[in-house]
């Protein structure tokens, strides 16, 4: 999840999938890592085949 909300948008099933918002410095329990205050977004996601560093 990149927080997105196209899975809630796209989903058939109404009410299916809800969206919760993480606090800085709590843990994310899908990952096991502290939530960041920073902002980050799907560019910067590690997931992100487009965030690869180009060849040099």
Known sequence: ???????VNVCPV???ITMEPLSA??????TGR?????Y???T???N????KVAAE
């Open 48 to 51: 992100n085949p487009s965030a």
């Open 14 to 16: 109404e009410g299916c």
């Open 40 to 42: 980050a977004n799907w």
């Open 25 to 30: 410095g709590s843990l994310d329990k899908r």
């Open 34 to 38: 502290k939530v960041q205050k920073k």
């Open 1 to 7: 999840c990149v927080g997105c909300n196209l899975c």
């Open 44 to 46: 910067e996601h590690p």
